[in-house]
C-alpha cells in the first residue's frame, strides 16, 4: 500500500547524478577557488543541475518523504566524495529550492 511513498530511487539516482556532475566540473579541493573558469563552471553545473531537476519532476512526481529525504541524502554523499560541510550544506539547499521550484512549474 505505502510500497511506491517511500521508494527513494528515483531521488537515489537524481543524487548520485548531481555529485557525479559536481565532481566532474569542481573536484573538491577546487570548491572554494575563485577563477574565471570555475565561475563558468558552476554557471554550467546550475544548468545542468536546473535540467536534471526538470527532468525528475516530470519523470516522477515526487512526495513529501521522496523530497524530504533528498537534502540529507545529498548532503551525505557530498561529504563521502570529500567535500566540506561548508560547501554541502548550502549546495544541498540549493538544490532542494531547484527542485522545489521545478515540481511547481510542472503543476
Known amino acids: 500500500m505505502f510500497g ?6 528515483a531521488t537515489e539516482a537524481f543524487v548520485r547524478q548531481v555529485v557525479d556532475d559536481l565532481q566532474k ?8 577557488e575563485k577563477s574565471g573558469q570555475i565561475d563558468k563552471r558552476r554557471s554550467q553545473l546550475d544548468a545542468l543541475i536546473r ?13 513529501v518523504y521522496q523530497k524530504a529525504k533528498l537534502s540529507p541524502m545529498l548532503q551525505e554523499a557530498l561529504a563521502t566524495a570529500g ?12 538544490v532542494m529550492k531547484l527542485v522545489a521550484v521545478a515540481s511547481t512549474e510542472v503543476r
Open 4 to 9: 511506491k511513498f517511500f521508494d527513494t530511487s
Open 51 to 63: 535540467r536534471r531537476a526538470d527532468t525528475l519532476v516530470s519523470a516522477a512526481r515526487l512526495n
Open 83 to 94: 567535500y566540506p560541510v561548508t560547501f554541502s550544506e548550502p549546495f544541498a539547499y540549493d
Open 25 to 32: 566540473s569542481i573536484p573538491p579541493g577546487r570548491v572554494d
